[in-house]
Structures are given as C-alpha cells and as structure tokens.
C-alpha cells in the first residue's frame, strides 16, 4: 500500500528589506526580517516506484523540472541515493510570483515531506545546502517563523518571533519577476545602518512596536513600473492600517491591523475594488513545525 503525507506550505511577508549593494556575484546582500504567515498552500506527496511528478491545480505553475518543488525533489533524491519515486501535489491557495515566497515555500516544504516519506534523515546541513541552491528565499521555509535573513537572503537567523494577529495581505493582479525587481535596482547602498535593523526590532519587542519605519528597499523601482501597488498602500492605510508594505519584489502588499473589524472592512472594500485580499496572521517558529505535517 503507497504511503502518502499532506503538509502545509506557508507564505511569508518581509517586515523589513535592505539591499546593502551589488555583490561579485550578480546576487545583492540584503538584511531582511522574515515572518511566515498563515496563509498557505497544501501539498499531498505520495510514494511512487519510479519518478519524481508535480501536478498544480494553478494553470501557471509548471510541473515539469523547471518547478523548484520538482528540483527540489530530484535532488534529494541523488543526495540520498534512492531510486523511489514520488508524485507531488500542490492545491495553490499563495498567489504566484507575488513576494510572499510560495514556490521557495513548495520546495523546502517537499525536501522536509520526502525525507520523512523516504524515512531518511539527511544532514541539516546538507538539506539547507540544496535549499539554497534552489533560491535564496527556500532556507527560511526550513525553519519559518520570525528570523534575519542576510548574505543572498540564504542566510537564516531566528529571532525574537513577532506577534501579529490582524494581518491583511493585498495582491494587484500582476506578477512581478524578482530578477527584474533586482536588476532595477540602481542604488545599491543603504543610508541606514543595517547592522542596527534587528536590534530595532528586538527593542520595539515585535511588530506591534515597532514604528512606521519599516521598509523595503526594493518598492521604490517595483512603485515606478507598477503604480497599481502605491495605490494599494494608500487605500490600506486610509482604510485603517498602522503600516503598509511591498513584500519581497511584490506585487503583494500586507497591512498590519490593531483588530478585526477594521482588518475585515478593509478586505470587502480591497476586493470590491477589484484586488485578490486574504487575512492572515503570523506563525511562530514553534507553531510552524507543529503544524506543517497535517
Ligand atoms: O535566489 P533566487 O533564485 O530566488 O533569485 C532570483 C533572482 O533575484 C536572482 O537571479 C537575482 O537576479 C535576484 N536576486 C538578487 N539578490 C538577492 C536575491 C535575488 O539579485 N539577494
């Protein structure tokens, strides 16, 4: 009888983003404060004899080996020498291409749920290894929660988890490719001291506290091509929000409310107006692992 497993693959948001400058390698050094939220995919992996096979009921996500959760899947396998297969399949619920980390979410999501269906227990260090060659964004979702990213994004740190209840998340429609948000990018140093940014954080003892100084280096190029998300910034905030932000390289834009009637009216006026609009609240490092196996 093929054994099978469901996992939760969950969204994240950036509270904050620094690109510091344009490293030797193509790749920009960032600080960014990363939060899993529980907005979420659900990815049903079961047990094959032979190949690796992806299945979206997205139109837009490939399954073929250009997929990271297909990459992903392939490449624990060579790590662990298996020749099991596996057939992935991913119900979309996170929007694509939209900032909130869904296809990096899928694959470390798959090396976690394959290495339990396989039963093998690879080396953190090795899983984290092929987490990062998939994309910078992927060794986050290995650990969720609340944590400092830096080098590439690669890099993961858990810090003090942010407590947030009342998030609401806010896509325009549109697709914004990472690569070009980068490439865009023409200044390349930050005037405020990254180094200083988490320790803002830590003394504002989570997002409730902490100021309407967040930010994220990459809106001011995404806002020049793509209006549409000023304008989502706007209504948030007249509609009641403490702060709104671009997540990662957008298009979505989050907003933190103080409760949940104020959350709730500014979703029906965001979908009235025409914009994809989900609630959703932060999920600690804890509740992340206890709940990511269903
Ligand atoms: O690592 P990932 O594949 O998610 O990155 C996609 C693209 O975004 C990269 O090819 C690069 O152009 C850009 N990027 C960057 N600096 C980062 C992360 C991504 O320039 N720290």
């Not at 497993?5 to 690109?19: C, E, F, H, M, P």
């Not at 980068?182 to 997002?207: C, D, E, N, W």
């Not at 009235?272 to 959703?280: D, H, I, T, V």
Request: proline share 4%; hydrophobic share 45%; with cysteine.
């Amino acid at each position: 009888m093929p054994s099978s497993i469901q996992l939760r693959s969950y969204a994240k948001i950036n509270w904050t983003l620094d690109v510091l400058f344009k490293r030797e390698d193509g790749y920009h050094e960032l600080r960014t404060i990363y939060q899993t939220v529980s907005l979420h995919d659900l990815i049903r992996i079961s047990e094959t004899p032979g190949a690796i096979e992806v299945v979206c009921d997205d139109p837009r996500v490939p399954g073929d080996e250009t997929n990271l959760a297909h990459k992903a899947a392939i490449q624990l396998r060579d790590l662990i020498g298996t020749n099991l297969g596996a057939r992935i399949e991913i119900e979309k619920r996170i929007p694509v291409a939209a900032g909130l980390g869904g296809g990096s979410s899928n694959a470390a999501v798959v090396l976690l749920g394959l290495s339990r269906l396989w039963k093998v227990q690879p080396d953190d260090r090795e899983l984290v290894q092929i987490a990062a060659g998939l994309g910078s964004d992927v060794p986050f979702f290995l650990m969720g929660g609340t944590a400092l990213g830096v080098g590439r994004g690669e890099e993961v740190y858990s810090i003090e988890q942010a407590e947030c209840e009342h998030l609401l998340l806010v896509n325009p429609g549109f697709a914004v490719s990472t690569a070009e948000a980068y490439g865009k990018l023409s200044r390349l140093t930050s005037t405020r001291p990254a180094a200083m940014m988490p320790f803002a954080f830590f003394a504002a003892k989570g997002i409730r506290g902490l100021s309407l100084a967040v930010t994220n280096d990459l809106e001011e190029v995404v806002l020049i091509a793509h209006p549409e998300i000023a304008e989502v910034k706007e209504r948030l905030l007249s509609l009641g929000a403490r702060l709104a932000l671009m997540s990662g390289s957008g298009a979505t834009v989050f907003g933190v409310f103080e409760n949940v009637e104020t959350s709730r009216r500014a979703q029906s006026e965001m979908r009235a107006a025409g914009f994809w609009s989900e609630p959703a609240r932060a999920i600690s490092r804890r509740e992340y692992s206890e709940s990511l196996f269903l």
